[in-house]
């Protein structure tokens, strides 16, 4: 709806809203839909349609009035849309005026504006006059607002009637005008006089932060400055003296209070009345946010600006003047915030400034006192200091635009690195505007893309800095040189160990095996230059920057190790009596003397010294750190065992192979000692020892993640069984987790044995207040999930513990879900026991529930009819009654005294009586009246069969002397007279519903309640929750001394609210979305119906009706949406989770503060109360929901949110309703605005950038008539150098919205996740974790595991979610400890926020580098001495995608990002920073995993291509007899490894172990045998593929950019074309090739066909081809469908014939697509395209081998045939250029001639074919080779051509090149298309793809095939109606 018509449309539609006035959720947006240069008008307008129904004329004059100054604001209409507008709303005026004229009172518009300003005044302003808590103040402050627009409006229409203003409105707007300055929109502090008695304000650690900072002692004010009110403070004279912002200012203030004073309270749990800010807390929070600064200035020899002065008083001020300026140089730097070191430079001078001011320092220029550099004007900061910076950002990033390469513009990084030496001081400040910093490369008018003749102007550009990002796989080598040398030095002791001697390992105590394993000093030296040059070659582009002496060390880097590398092999020579091959060789160039062996042990051990030096550091001052990571070394060690063995045989064996009979063709030279062979072999072993460090990692890491998942106690309560039999325990853990510690308890015991047994006391009954804060805990978690429709009210009522504390039962109320169906049970076993008391006894209290039941059913018995009984004489019977009974209890002879059989009889009366009391009407009074005779009778008669109880009840009657007749009156029945029994019962209280409720449960419920809660995600999250409890956690504090958060969420525009549209929309197979998610959630749907009280669908679809009749509010709509919108990935779902944390800091709070009868009473109550109870500022509720303030906001960054609000937008609709639903929700987005420019006279409006935070305007009033217009309102507006947005989008998003939030904890959550009631309330616990210990530093993010909420949906997704799972349990546990790498994966995280925003934020931002900005965000918080954790017992929920397009382009996104990643500095410095163990984590848990993919992939080309060179060379013929060749067993075990890989059981072991700790060993062997046959392996092996070809492209041409991957539905069919535009190149092109090699592999191959092995080794290879090639139709719905395949057939044909061209996209066009996909081409550079051609060469290997093999050249070896074959392609490819250019030329005019050359050229093509075939014998398997042989050759050209395209477009030849590429293309398309449309053909093969997709689905008991097949049956029926 947003851009459709354009703004004609728009005013259109704006108009036919606002007819409807009386239907105000329409009308509304008419004042948000304003253009953004006539900003001014909207709250004009707001006040007209809010006075509307009120008085019509006065909002036609406000509307008129604000026409006017529209025209004022923009006469000649030169913004956007303003003339569509301004004639819209002239049209309405038009329209309106005579109507409203009619119903005018008064008789002028001045009188009547006058009278109705007056009436507004008394009615809204004079009522509210004391507004005392947060609703009012806002009404208020709304009235203040539009009192004050109706007198402008007033005085305008007075001005026109030229009438005088009555004084009395005068003097009462004075009074307005004067508190709408006060009264400004507040966040989250309302710091105005008038609102000191809110509660927030009252809490003394807010107080003693406001008031020092109001303390403005001896500060210098300017002279010019008016003091405009009483409360100035700190920030106001940072304002005067530095120009800030004046939002700026009031965002930082509210920033720096709650920082204080959250601080403050935690040093001092118990605050002094009198309140004064303590130092300690000061302290910490200057400490934190000054860390990072004082480094800087440590690391530059600088002296810190932080002066303090020596009086005491002045300190504290002194601390709060240095924290403002830093928190508003911060709050107002844009996009500098992701340059720390920059901010430091700016901060160094301003500080340095304050403290010149503050001294009294006299300038020596001018001889007066220093003034800022500055000035401080309006927006002096943003215009002179903030501006210049990010004009040098945007420019860059403008370059990066371009596509141009990393190394030729600067990120954020190098900008920010400028800033790391001390030439950053050249800057000066004032800044000079010729620094080098400044100078922007040669302009861009002169910018050439191709040749270097770069103008001069290059010169001056600083270049990058430091780190230059080149694509290269280089990098990967570079980052991580310790660890390659470590594995190439292996690797040449084990073969020099297995070449000599005996070949076993202990051979190496030999003494000349020794000797010559001493080389790999040599090797290491050369690998060390190797190193050295690198570095000088990668960072040749940074050298303009580099200073001299960082150039020398590089320079002598290379010399020394050149140096090394000559010095080594000389002394090593020398070592030898009579040396070796090339010791010899080096002997001879110099002179022959004697043998000194000890000169090379002494080269070895001073080249050795700076590596032991390292080695003794890194011991002993970190023996712990030593120990954490010895386990490292045993996985070591076992490596280097399992590598030795295989690698000792095949050695020996081929290279002493020494035959010479080979079948040579002529060409091939001889080669020494078969080297080819040995290549060819050995090749795929070593690059499989390169790889297989992986697998062993993937088995370490599931081992030990196991156990320490074990030993945390994961899975313990794993089903609701276990559950069950540890309930009783749980109260225990309820009160010793969540509840704050009294000062008396204990605090927990650590160690060993507190690890392996965690009891918690059970709670005794008598302990009121612990069962009473467990109900409340308990109770609240079972409410979230009904609201969440996970359970039906009956469950609820079964899994709920009473609120209401009944004290007359002294015992436990234990959930009826426990106690269900243990009465009855209890009611048989007693009227079966005949007698026997103490067997009766113990056989109830065996079961502890039971017993529990019987004793809790008995006294509720007691008192509900000692509460009903109320005459005297009934009282006298039943106490009798009941103390007899309790005699015989007491004694123990209960059963034998009394007869039990009757016992089931008196319990149906007593259930008959409950459902009376549930029911409660008058006129069953009779019925219960009887109901007591009854039970009476049976009591006395069956039961207790004792004589004097009937005469006491006879006595009662009057007894038996008196025979005849007694008059009616004096009849006495018991319990029949009118007071006898208190029923119907008035008043009903919730506590007496909720008790007869559950008696009624317990007596009836016959069935045992085990499957409750039947839903599955609700076992799954109350067992999961209850099994945490049990885990290790940090006590909870009192939620005032908690830590406090903020929660972060960037939104961009994705869905917040699925519309009624939306839902029912059908797609092509007549799915809708609501009937999806009826069908997948079909038990959630019976419950939504219920939940809205409808008992079918089809009473709510009436009902819906209905509603859509009567015009009124849509409740059921809106619900109706808000379900299904719950069950998608929207921003409603994620802002109801995460408002989960304030509904459970609520709770706690009450928890915290409540006294014992309050809590008696129950947080139910007060919730039910508090509409009458938020009245008094002090209550309960009030002061609960201040603390909440205090500790926890919500900012959603909705980056686009004011252009959707301008342009009516259905999104911004739905975020105002999330506004308005949660008060305390607040939006940031950035807002552009068009001023009219007022320099320059031109039409042009200049567009302003706005950072800006909304609240919603009026939190909903429960009693008044008023409709309320939904609106929101401004908080801060901060001004923006200019867009926001320059690099990846993500976190410039989260940047620009970081200031507003607050607290000290910073939780980043992304649009897809999802958060639960019952794990918000541990938040407090986790953050305790940041005053824990782990390790030696303290932790700046704490890492928590994710639930991943997308499983269910189809196979795919199941596996895709259980990948996940995976990864971020189990293999993040292992990450953070032992391994110490766990970086920032997304989003739960909660960062230390203070660390974070002084060191960058959390994340980066530059373009490309940053492509996967979370994880830099952890690279940088450990480069910077963070540390991060990963804790296990809370969790978030998160979405997935979940069909294979979306899985694949979601890989592909991370698969780029982890190629840019490789480049990167961070990496780099990563590698070198971290010690050796800690580096091999790092590389094999990032970029390392992709790199070993890449070399799986890359092993199976180099076998195939090895074997393809044996093959066709003839040496596999004659080597055939060797061992080496026929039986290689190490090359099986190598290629076994490496299809291990392949297959993706890396991936299922760690998976098996997470799902068998959580959920069962036998659960696991199931779930993995089930994707075994859902064939899993199909899709690990193609993600492989998707992995290694998006990793491997980044690094070689880039072109990665951030994939939307679209988080909807999915389940609906993907097009043929799609598919193959998405995997051609990534997937269908690879297979093809290998199929190509597997197949001239088959048709000549000759060696070991039988043998099992080469078996296994092609099969694994024939599945990656098989799988790359199909399995995109195997996993696409419906993808065997006859129907669908012949529609795919037909778009396919489309897609591929249609032309490209400009503004095509490549959906359409198969040209415009093929051009797309080489767009990486454009930017590789040199070596890219160097490196593309050199790979393209191989495909000219078949053409050259093979044509030896056909039978016509059989006898010739010549080079010739070679030759030859050249010239047949040339001339196939001459004819198809004729054919083509005749075409175009002859086609028209010389039609028939044109025909008969085509003829011609057919006939002679077949008459060369049959002389071919006559004369030399040219066969059928001639043509196939010929065809094998040429097709590659074909592509191979192709390839080439287009890694050339600037010269291939020169020469013309690019047409032909993109005819004979759609040839291909086309080619392949048939090839995949026939196989799947053959198997179309089948009905079953359909039906079993079905199955095999959503297994998890039927198994649920789904329609899939009705959400496939659809409603179409239904759809035809409803037609023929």
């Given at each position: 709806?947003?851009?459709?018509?354009?703004?004609?449309?728009?005013?259109?539609?704006?108009?036919?809203?606002?007819?409807?006035?009386?239907?105000?959720?329409?009308?509304?947006?008419?004042?948000?839909?304003?253009?953004?240069?006539?900003?001014?008008i909207?709250?004009?307008?707001?006040?007209?349609?809010?006075?509307?129904?009120?008085?019509?004329?006065?909002?036609?004059?406000?509307?008129?009035?604000?026409?006017?100054?529209?025209?004022?604001?923009?006469?000649?209409?030169?913004?956007?849309?303003?003339r569509?507008?301004?004639?819209?709303?002239?049209?309405?005026?038009?329209?309106?005026?005579?109507?409203?004229?009619?119903?005018?009172?008064k008789?002028?518009?001045?009188?009547?504006?006058?009278?109705?300003?007056?009436?507004?005044?008394?009615?809204?302003?004079?009522?509210?006059?004391?507004?005392?808590?947060?609703?009012d103040?806002?009404?208020?402050?709304k009235?203040?607002?539009?009192?004050?627009?109706?007198?402008?409006?007033?005085?305008?229409?007075?001005?026109?009637?030229?009438?005088?203003?009555?004084?009395?409105?005068?003097?009462?707007?004075?009074?307005?005008?004067?508190?709408?300055?006060?009264?400004?929109?507040?966040?989250?502090?309302?710091?105005?006089?008038?609102?000191?008695?809110?509660?927030?304000?009252r809490?003394?650690?807010?107080?003693?932060?406001?008031?020092?900072?109001?303390?403005?002692?001896?500060?210098?004010?300017?002279?010019?400055?008016?003091?405009?009110?009483?409360?100035?403070?700190?920030?106001?004279?940072l304002?005067?003296?530095?120009?800030?912002?004046?939002?700026?200012?009031?965002?930082?203030?509210?920033?720096?209070?709650?920082?204080?004073?959250?601080?403050?309270?935690?040093?001092?749990?118990?605050?002094?009345?009198?309140?004064?800010?303590?130092?300690?807390?000061?302290?910490?929070?200057?400490?934190?946010?000054?860390?990072?600064?004082?480094?800087?200035?440590?690391?530059?020899d600088?002296?810190?600006?932080?002066?303090?002065p020596?009086?005491?008083?002045?300190?504290?001020?002194?601390?709060?003047?240095?924290?403002?300026?830093?928190?508003?140089?911060?709050?107002?730097?844009?996009?500098?915030?992701?340059?720390?070191?920059?901010?430091c430079?700016?901060?160094?001078?301003?500080?340095?400034?304050l403290?010149?001011?503050?001294?009294?320092?006299?300038?020596?220029?001018?001889?007066e006192?220093?003034?800022?550099?500055?000035?401080?004007?309006?927006?002096?900061?943003?215009?002179?200091?903030?501006?210049?910076?990010?004009?040098?950002?945007?420019?860059?990033?403008?370059?990066?635009?371009?596509?141009?390469?990393h190394?030729?513009?600067?990120?954020?990084?190098?900008?920010n690195?400028?800033?790391?030496?001390?030439?950053?001081?050249?800057?000066g400040?004032?800044?000079?505007?010729?620094?080098?910093?400044?100078?922007?490369?040669?302009?861009?008018?002169?910018?050439?893309?191709?040749?270097?003749?770069?103008?001069?102007?290059?010169?001056?550009?600083?270049?990058?800095?430091?780190?230059v990002?080149?694509?290269?796989?280089?990098?990967?080598?570079?980052?991580?040189?310790?660890?390659?040398?470590?594995?190439?030095?292996?690797?040449?002791?084990?073969?020099?160990?297995?070449?000599?001697g005996?070949?076993?390992?202990?051979?190496?105590?030999?003494?000349?095996?020794?000797?010559?394993?001493?080389?790999?000093?040599?090797?290491?030296?050369?690998?060390?230059?190797?190193?050295?040059?690198?570095?000088?070659?990668?960072?040749?582009?940074?050298?303009?920057?580099?200073?001299?002496?960082?150039?020398?060390?590089?320079?002598?880097k290379?010399?020394?190790?050149?140096?090394?590398?000559?010095?080594?092999?000389?002394?090593?020579?020398?070592?030898?009596?009579?040396?070796?091959?090339?010791?010899?060789?080096?002997?001879?160039?110099?002179?022959?003397?004697?043998?000194?062996?000890?000169?090379?042990?002494?080269?070895?051990?001073?080249?050795?010294?700076?590596?032991?030096?390292?080695?003794?550091?890194?011991?002993?001052?970190?023996?712990?750190?030593?120990?954490?990571?010895?386990?490292?070394?045993?996985?070591?060690?076992?490596?280097?065992?399992?590598?030795?063995?295989p690698?000792v045989?095949?050695?020996?064996?081929i290279?002493?192979?020494?035959?010479?009979?080979?079948?040579?063709?002529?060409?091939?030279?001889?080669?020494?000692?078969?080297?080819?062979?040995?290549?060819?072999?050995?090749?795929?072993?070593?690059?499989?020892?390169f790889?297989?460090?992986?697998?062993?990692?993937?088995?370490?890491?599931?081992?030990?993640?196991?156990?320490?998942?074990?030993?945390?106690?994961?899975?313990?309560?794993?089903?609701?069984?276990?559950?069950?039999?540890?309930?009783?325990?749980?109260?225990?853990?309820?009160?010793?987790?969540?509840?704050?510690?009294?000062?008396?308890?204990?605090?927990?015991?650590?160690?060993?044995k507190?690890?392996?047994?965690?009891?918690?006391?059970e709670?005794?009954?008598?302990?009121?207040?612990?069962?009473?804060?467990?109900?409340?805990?308990?109770?609240?978690?079972?409410?979230?999930?009904?609201?969440?429709?996970?359970?039906?009210n009956?469950?609820?009522?079964?899994?709920?513990?009473?609120?209401?504390?009944?004290?007359?039962?002294?015992?436990?109320?234990?959930?009826?879900?426990?106690?269900?169906?243990?009465?009855?049970?209890?009611?048989?076993?007693?009227?079966?026991?005949?007698?026997?008391?103490?067997?009766?006894?113990?056989?109830?209290?065996?079961?502890?529930?039971?017993?529990?039941?019987?004793?809790?059913?008995?006294?509720?018995?007691?008192?509900?009819?000692?509460?009903?009984?109320?005459?005297?004489?009934?009282?006298?019977?039943?106490?009798?009654?009941?103390?007899?009974?309790?005699?015989?209890?007491?004694?123990?002879?209960?059963?034998?005294?009394?007869?039990?059989?009757?016992l089931?009889?008196?319990?149906?009366?007593?259930?008959?009586?409950?459902?009376?009391?549930?029911?409660?009407?008058?006129?069953d009074?009779?019925?219960?009246?009887?109901?007591?005779?009854?039970?009476l009778?049976?009591?006395?008669?069956?039961?207790?069969?004792?004589?004097?109880?009937?005469?006491?009840?006879?006595?009662?009657?009057?007894?038996?002397?008196?025979?005849?007749?007694?008059?009616?009156?004096?009849?006495?029945?018991?319990?029949?007279?009118?007071g006898?029994?208190?029923?119907?019962?008035?008043?009903?209280?919730?506590a007496?519903?909720?008790?007869?409720?559950?008696?009624?449960?317990?007596?009836?419920?016959?069935?045992s309640?085990?499957?409750?809660?039947?839903?599955?995600?609700?076992?799954?999250?109350?067992?999961?929750?209850?099994?945490?409890?049990?885990?290790?956690?940090?006590?909870?504090?009192?939620?005032?001394?908690?830590?406090?958060?903020?929660?972060?969420?960037?939104?961009?525009?994705?869905?917040?609210?699925?519309?009624?549209?939306?839902?029912?929309?059908?797609?092509?197979?007549?799915?809708?979305?609501?009937?999806?998610?009826?069908?997948i959630?079909?038990?959630?749907?019976?419950?939504?119906?219920?939940?809205?009280?409808?008992?079918?669908?089809?009473?709510?679809?009436?009902?819906?009706?209905?509603?859509?009749?009567?015009?009124?509010?849509?409740?059921?709509e809106?619900?109706l949406?808000?379900?299904?919108?719950?069950?998608?990935?929207?921003?409603?779902?994620?802002?109801?989770?995460?408002?989960?944390?304030?509904?459970?800091?609520?709770?706690?709070?009450?928890?915290?503060?409540?006294?014992?009868?309050?809590?008696?009473?129950?947080?139910?109550?007060?919730?039910?109360?508090?509409?009458?109870?938020?009245?008094g500022?002090?209550?309960?509720?009030?002061?609960?929901?201040?603390?909440t303030?205090?500790?926890?906001?919500?900012?959603?960054?909705?980056?686009?949110?004011?252009?959707?609000?301008?342009?009516?937008?259905?999104?911004?609709?739905?975020?105002?309703?999330?506004?308005?639903?949660?008060?305390?929700?607040?939006?940031?987005?950035?807002?552009?605005?068009?001023?009219?420019?007022?320099?320059?006279?031109?039409?042009?409006?200049q567009?302003?950038?706005?950072?800006?935070?909304?609240?919603?305007?009026?939190?909903?009033?429960?009693?008044?008539?008023?409709?309320?217009?939904?609106?929101?309102?401004?908080?801060?507006?901060?001004?923006?150098?200019?867009?926001?947005?320059?690099?990846?989008?993500?976190?410039?998003?989260?940047?620009?919205?970081?200031?507003?939030?607050?607290?000290?904890g910073?939780?980043?959550?992304?649009?897809?996740?999802?958060?639960?009631?019952?794990?918000?309330?541990?938040?407090?616990?986790?953050?305790?974790e940041?005053?824990?210990?782990?390790?030696?530093?303290?932790?700046?993010?704490?890492?928590?595991r994710?639930?991943?909420?997308?499983?269910?949906?189809?196979?795919?997704?199941w596996?895709?979610?259980?990948?996940?799972?995976?990864f971020?349990?189990?293999?993040?546990?292992?990450l953070?400890?032992?391994?110490?790498v766990?970086?920032?994966?997304?989003?739960?995280?909660?960062?230390?926020?203070?660390?974070?925003?002084?060191?960058?934020?959390?994340s980066?931002?530059?373009?490309?580098?940053?492509?996967?900005?979370?994880?830099?965000?952890?690279?940088?918080?450990?480069?910077r001495?963070?540390?991060?954790?990963?804790?296990?017992?809370?969790?978030?929920?998160?979405?997935r995608?979940?069909?294979?397009?979306?899985?694949?382009?979601?890989?592909?996104?991370?698969?780029?990002?982890?190629?840019?990643?490789?480049?990167?500095?961070?990496?780099?410095?990563?590698?070198?920073?971290?010690?050796?163990?800690?580096?091999?984590?790092?590389?094999?848990?990032?970029?390392?995993?992709?790199?070993?993919?890449?070399?799986?992939v890359?092993?199976?080309?180099?076998?195939?291509?090895?074997?393809?060179?044996?093959?066709?060379?003839?040496?596999?013929?004659?080597?055939i007899?060797q061992k080496?060749?026929?039986?290689?067993?190490?090359?099986?075990?190598?290629?076994?490894?490496?299809?291990?890989v392949?297959?993706?059981?890396?991936?299922?072991?760690?998976?098996?172990?997470?799902?068998?700790l959580?959920?069962?060993?036998?659960?696991?062997?199931?779930?993995?045998?089930?994707?075994?046959?859902?064939?899993?392996?199909?899709?690990?092996?193609?993600?492989?593929?998707?992995?290694?070809?998006?990793?491997?492209?980044?690094?070689?041409?880039?072109?990665?950019?951030?994939?939307?991957?679209?988080?909807?539905?999915?389940?609906?069919?993907?097009?043929?074309?799609?598919?193959?535009?998405?995997?051609?190149?990534?997937?269908?092109v690879?297979?093809?090739?290998?199929?190509?090699?597997?197949?001239?592999?088959?048709?000549?191959?000759?060696?070991?066909?039988?043998?099992?092995?080469?078996?296994?080794?092609?099969?694994?290879?024939?599945?990656?081809?098989?799988t790359?090639l199909?399995?995109?139709?195997?996993?696409?719905?419906?993808?065997?469908?006859?129907?669908?395949?012949?529609?795919?057939?037909?778009?396919?044909?489309?897609w591929?014939?249609?032309?490209?061209?400009?503004?095509?996209?490549?959906?359409?066009?198969?040209?415009?697509?093929?051009?797309?996909?080489?767009?990486?081409?454009?930017?590789?550079?040199?070596?890219?395209?160097?490196?593309?051609?050199?790979?393209?060469?191989?495909?000219?290997?078949?053409?050259?081998?093979?044509?030896?093999?056909?039978?016509?050249?059989?006898?010739?070896?010549?080079?010739?045939?070679?030759?030859?074959?050249?010239?047949?392609?040339?001339?196939?490819?001459?004819?198809?250029?004729?054919?083509?250019?005749?075409?175009?030329?002859?086609?028209?005019?010389?039609?028939?001639?044109?025909?008969?050359?085509?003829g011609?050229i057919?006939?002679?093509?077949?008459?060369?074919?049959?002389?071919l075939?006559?004369?030399?014998?040219?066969?059928?398997?001639?043509?196939?080779?010929?065809?094998?042989?040429?097709?590659?050759t074909?592509?191979?050209?192709?390839?080439?051509?287009q890694?050339?395209?600037?010269m291939?477009?020169?020469?013309?030849?690019?047409?032909?090149?993109?005819?004979?590429?759609?040839?291909?293309?086309?080619?392949?398309?048939?090839?995949?298309?026939?196989?799947?449309?053959?198997?179309?053909w089948?009905?079953?093969?359909?039906?079993?793809?079905?199955?095999?997709?959503?297994?998890?689905?039927?198994?649920?008991?789904?329609?899939?095939?009705?959400?496939?097949?659809?409603?179409?049956?239904?759809?035809?029926?409803?037609?023929?109606?």
């Open positions: 709806m947003s851009s459709r018509g354009g703004s004609d449309q728009q005013s259109q539609r704006r108009i036919t809203r606002t007819q409807t006035a009386g239907n105000l959720g329409e009308s509304i947006f008419d004042s948000e839909v304003v253009p953004s240069s006539l900003v001014e909207a709250p004009i307008l707001r006040v007209a349609n809010e006075i509307e129904s009120d008085n019509p004329r006065v909002a036609y004059l406000c509307r008129f009035y604000a026409f006017e100054k529209a025209h004022r604001l923009d006469p000649t209409s030169s913004g956007r849309g303003v569509q507008f301004k004639t819209a709303l002239l049209q309405r005026l038009e329209r309106e005026n005579d109507p409203t004229l009619m119903g005018r009172v008789k002028s518009d001045a009188r009547e504006m006058q009278s109705f300003y007056q009436h507004y005044y008394k009615k809204y302003i004079q009522a509210l006059q004391n507004a005392a808590d947060k609703a103040r806002a009404r208020l402050t009235a203040y607002q539009t009192a004050n627009v109706l007198f402008e409006v007033l005085k305008a229409v007075n001005m026109t009637q030229s009438v005088e203003v009555d004084p009395q409105i005068l003097e009462a707007h004075d009074k307005v005008a004067k508190k709408t300055e006060i009264y400004v929109p507040y966040n989250i502090l309302p710091l105005d006089p008038d609102s000191a008695n809110q509660a927030i304000m809490y003394p650690e807010i107080q003693a932060a406001v008031l020092a900072l109001r303390n403005t002692r001896g500060l210098p004010w300017p002279k010019d400055y008016k003091k405009k009110k009483d409360d100035e403070d700190i920030l106001d004279w304002q005067a003296m530095f120009g800030f912002q004046k939002d700026n200012v009031a965002n930082q203030r509210e920033h720096l209070i709650l920082l204080l004073a959250n601080v403050h309270i935690r040093q001092f749990p118990k605050p002094d009345q009198q309140p004064k800010l303590d130092d300690r807390a000061l302290t910490e929070v200057m400490k934190k946010l000054f860390k990072n600064y004082r480094k800087w200035c440590k690391y530059l600088r002296q810190s600006s932080l002066w303090l020596t009086i005491q008083q002045e300190v504290q001020q002194r601390k709060l003047l240095y924290m403002g300026l830093y928190l508003l140089i911060w709050g107002e730097a844009a996009n500098l915030r992701f340059m720390p070191e920059c901010l430079y700016i901060y160094h001078h301003m500080a340095f400034e403290y010149g001011m503050l001294a009294g320092n006299v300038s020596p220029m001018t001889g006192n220093v003034k800022p550099a500055y000035g401080g004007e309006e927006e002096a900061f943003l215009r002179k200091v903030v501006s210049p910076i990010y004009e040098v950002i945007a420019k860059e990033a403008e370059r990066s635009k371009r596509g141009s390469k190394s030729q513009w600067r990120n954020y990084d190098d900008l690195e400028y800033f790391w030496s001390v030439d950053c001081f050249r800057l400040w004032p800044m000079r505007a010729d620094a080098d910093f400044f100078c922007l490369p040669f302009d861009q008018l002169q910018f050439v893309k191709n040749g270097d003749n770069r103008p001069a102007g290059k010169e001056r550009w600083m270049g990058k800095i430091n780190f990002e080149i694509r290269s796989f280089w990098h990967v080598f570079r980052s991580f040189d310790r660890m390659w040398s470590f594995f190439i030095l292996c690797l040449q002791v084990m073969i020099i160990v297995a070449w000599n005996s070949g076993q390992p202990s051979s190496i105590f030999n003494s000349d095996v020794f000797k010559k394993s001493l080389t790999v000093f040599i090797t290491a030296a050369i690998l060390k230059l190797g190193q050295a040059v690198l570095d000088v070659i990668l960072s040749w582009k940074a050298r303009r920057s580099m200073s001299s002496h960082v150039k020398l060390r590089y320079i002598l290379v010399v020394s190790a050149a140096a090394w590398v000559i010095v080594l092999p000389v002394t090593y020579a020398y070592s030898w009596d009579n040396p070796p091959g090339f010791a010899q060789t080096i002997k001879s160039w110099f002179s022959q003397s004697s043998s000194s062996p000890s000169l090379f042990i002494l080269a070895v051990v001073v080249y050795l010294s700076p590596n032991m030096l390292a080695a003794i550091l890194f011991l002993f001052p970190f023996i712990r750190r030593f120990l954490e990571r010895s386990n490292y070394r045993i996985v070591m060690l076992m490596m280097w065992w399992s590598q030795i063995k690698l045989g095949p050695t020996k064996a290279m002493n192979v020494k035959i010479r009979n080979f079948q040579w063709h002529e060409f091939f030279p001889r080669a020494k000692d078969n080297l080819g062979v040995v290549i060819a072999l050995w090749a795929p072993i070593i690059l499989v020892y790889m297989d460090t992986q697998i062993w990692y993937a088995i370490f890491s599931t081992l030990f993640g196991g156990i320490y998942g074990a030993f945390r106690r994961l899975g313990e309560i794993r089903t609701l069984g276990m559950l069950r039999s540890r309930f009783q325990s749980l109260p225990g853990a309820f009160n010793a987790c969540l509840i704050p510690l009294e000062k008396t308890e204990q605090t927990k015991k650590k160690g060993l507190a690890t392996l047994s965690r009891n918690f006391a709670i005794s009954p008598n302990k009121e207040k612990e069962a009473a804060r467990f109900a409340q805990l308990w109770n609240k978690i079972i409410t979230s999930f009904r609201e969440e429709d996970l359970i039906n009956r469950e609820m009522g079964l899994l709920l513990v009473p609120y209401w504390a009944d004290r007359d039962l002294d015992l436990i109320q234990w959930p009826p879900f426990l106690l269900a169906s243990k009465i009855p049970i209890a009611l048989d076993m007693a009227k079966d026991s005949n007698g026997k008391d103490r067997e009766l006894k113990k056989r109830i209290q065996t079961d502890n529930y039971m017993y529990c039941a019987v004793r809790e059913c008995y006294a509720s018995f007691r008192n509900i009819i000692k509460f009903l009984v109320q005459g005297a004489r009934e009282k006298e019977v039943i106490d009798y009654i009941f103390s007899e009974v309790d005699r015989h209890i007491e004694a123990g002879d209960l059963i034998t005294e009394y007869r039990m059989s009757a089931p009889g008196l319990s149906e009366h007593f259930v008959k009586l409950i459902k009376y009391l549930l029911d409660n009407k008058q006129e009074r009779d019925q219960v009246v009887i109901l007591f005779q009854d039970m009778e049976v009591m006395t008669r069956d039961i207790m069969m004792e004589d004097h109880i009937s005469s006491l009840v006879d006595s009662i009657h009057g007894g038996s002397g008196h025979e005849g007749m007694t008059p009616l009156d004096q009849q006495y029945q018991l319990f029949a007279s009118s006898a029994i208190k029923f119907p019962i008035h008043p009903v209280t919730e007496w519903k909720e008790k007869i409720n559950r008696l009624d449960l317990l007596l009836t419920v016959k069935e309640a085990m499957d409750v809660p039947s839903n599955l995600d609700a076992r799954r999250r109350i067992s999961f929750f209850s099994n945490s409890l049990f885990m290790n956690m940090p006590t909870a504090p009192k939620v005032r001394n908690m830590f406090s958060f903020s929660v972060l969420t960037p939104y961009y525009t994705e869905d917040v609210l699925f519309s009624l549209h939306d839902l029912e929309v059908e797609n092509e197979d007549g799915v809708s979305i609501l009937f999806y998610l009826q069908k959630f079909p038990d959630e749907w019976s419950n939504f119906l219920e939940r809205v009280k409808c008992r079918n669908e089809e009473e709510f679809r009436m009902k819906l009706q209905k509603e859509e009749e009567l015009k009124g509010p849509k409740e059921l809106e619900e949406r808000l379900w299904a919108s719950y069950r998608g990935q929207t921003l409603t779902k994620t802002v109801r989770g995460m408002m989960y944390y304030r509904k459970a800091l609520e709770l706690q709070a009450f928890l915290d503060m409540a006294h014992d009868e309050d809590l008696m009473e129950g947080y139910k109550a007060v919730e039910l109360n508090m509409e009458d109870n938020s009245k500022e002090r209550s309960l509720w009030a002061q609960c929901q201040a603390v303030d205090m500790k926890f906001t919500y900012v959603v960054s909705c980056q686009q949110y004011g252009i959707h609000k301008r342009s009516g937008d259905t999104r911004a609709q739905d975020i105002l309703k999330l506004l308005t639903t949660y008060p305390s929700l607040r939006v940031a987005y950035v807002d552009e605005v068009e001023e009219p420019s007022k320099e320059r006279p031109k039409k042009i409006n567009k302003v950038y706005y950072s800006a935070l909304v609240k919603a305007a009026l939190p909903k009033s429960s009693n008044s008539s008023d409709p309320v217009q939904i609106l929101d309102q401004v908080i801060y507006k901060i001004k923006l150098p200019g867009p926001a947005i320059l690099g990846e989008g993500k976190p410039e998003n989260q940047n620009h919205a970081i200031i507003f939030t607050r607290g000290e910073l939780q980043t959550i992304d649009m897809n996740q999802d958060n639960y009631m019952e794990e918000a309330l541990k938040m407090r616990n986790l953050l305790q940041f005053l824990e210990e782990h390790g030696v530093r303290p932790p700046t993010i704490l890492g928590l994710e639930h991943i909420f997308t499983g269910s949906v189809s196979s795919l997704a596996f895709m979610s259980n990948q996940e799972t995976s971020v349990t189990i293999g993040q546990r292992l953070a400890n032992p391994l110490k766990r970086f920032h994966y997304g989003h739960p995280d909660v960062f230390d926020r203070l660390f974070h925003l002084t060191r960058g934020g959390v980066k931002a530059s373009k490309n580098i940053n492509l996967s900005e979370d994880i830099f965000g952890g690279f940088n918080s450990t480069l001495e963070g540390n991060v954790t990963h804790h296990e017992y809370i969790q978030v929920g998160k979405g995608d979940v069909g294979l397009n979306q899985i694949s382009m979601f890989e592909a996104k991370i698969a780029n990002g982890n190629g840019e990643q490789t480049l990167s500095r961070d990496i780099y410095r990563l590698g070198h920073r971290f010690d050796f163990f800690r580096m091999l984590s790092c590389y094999f848990t990032t970029v390392g995993f992709y790199f070993s993919t890449l070399i799986t890359l092993t199976v080309y180099v076998f195939l291509y090895g074997r393809l060179y044996l093959v066709l060379s003839g040496l596999e013929e004659g080597l007899t080496a060749i026929r039986d290689n067993k190490p090359l099986q075990v190598a290629l076994a490894s490496q299809s291990f392949q297959i993706g059981f890396l991936m299922a072991l760690p998976m098996l172990m997470e799902i068998g959580e959920r069962g060993f036998r659960t696991a062997l199931s779930d993995f045998i089930l994707m075994q046959l859902q064939l899993a392996p199909v899709f690990f092996t193609f993600s492989l593929g998707t992995k290694t070809h998006y990793y491997g492209r980044t690094l070689l041409h880039g072109g990665a950019k951030y994939r939307p991957t679209g988080r909807g539905f999915v389940v609906f069919h993907a097009k043929f074309a799609e598919n193959y535009r998405l995997y051609s190149r990534s997937h269908f690879k297979g093809m090739e290998m199929m190509l090699l597997l197949l001239v592999y088959q048709i000549f191959g000759h060696s070991y066909r039988g043998s099992v092995a080469y078996i296994f080794i092609t099969v694994s290879m024939w599945f990656m081809v098989g790359w199909f399995a995109p139709f195997l996993f696409n719905p419906s993808g065997f469908e006859w129907q669908k395949i012949v529609d795919d057939w037909t778009d396919w044909n489309k591929i014939s249609n032309r490209g061209g400009i503004g095509v996209p490549p959906e359409k066009s198969w040209e415009s697509w093929w051009e797309e996909e080489q767009e990486h081409l454009k930017y590789s550079g040199k070596r890219g395209t160097i490196a593309e051609i050199v790979l393209a060469l191989r495909f000219f290997i078949y053409q050259y081998g093979l044509v030896y093999h056909l039978h016509i050249a059989e006898k010739t070896k010549s080079f010739l045939v070679y030759g030859i074959s050249w010239l047949v392609i040339f001339l196939i490819l001459f004819v198809m250029k004729t054919v083509s250019v005749g075409r175009r030329r002859f086609s028209a005019n010389f039609q028939l001639m044109f025909r008969l050359i085509k011609l057919f006939l002679t093509f077949v008459s060369i074919l049959v002389t075939i006559a004369l030399p014998h040219m066969t059928v398997q001639d043509i196939i080779v010929c065809i094998l042989a040429f097709m590659p074909g592509w191979g050209l192709l390839l080439i051509a890694a050339c395209k600037p291939v477009h020169q020469a013309g030849f690019w047409g032909s090149v993109r005819t004979l590429a759609r040839g291909y293309e086309v080619v392949m398309g048939l090839l995949l298309f026939t196989p799947v449309a053959f198997l179309a089948f009905p079953f093969v359909s039906e079993f793809q079905t199955r095999m997709l959503f297994n998890q689905a039927f198994s649920r008991g789904l329609q899939i095939s009705r959400i496939l097949g659809g409603q179409r049956k239904d759809r035809a029926s409803r037609n023929k109606e």
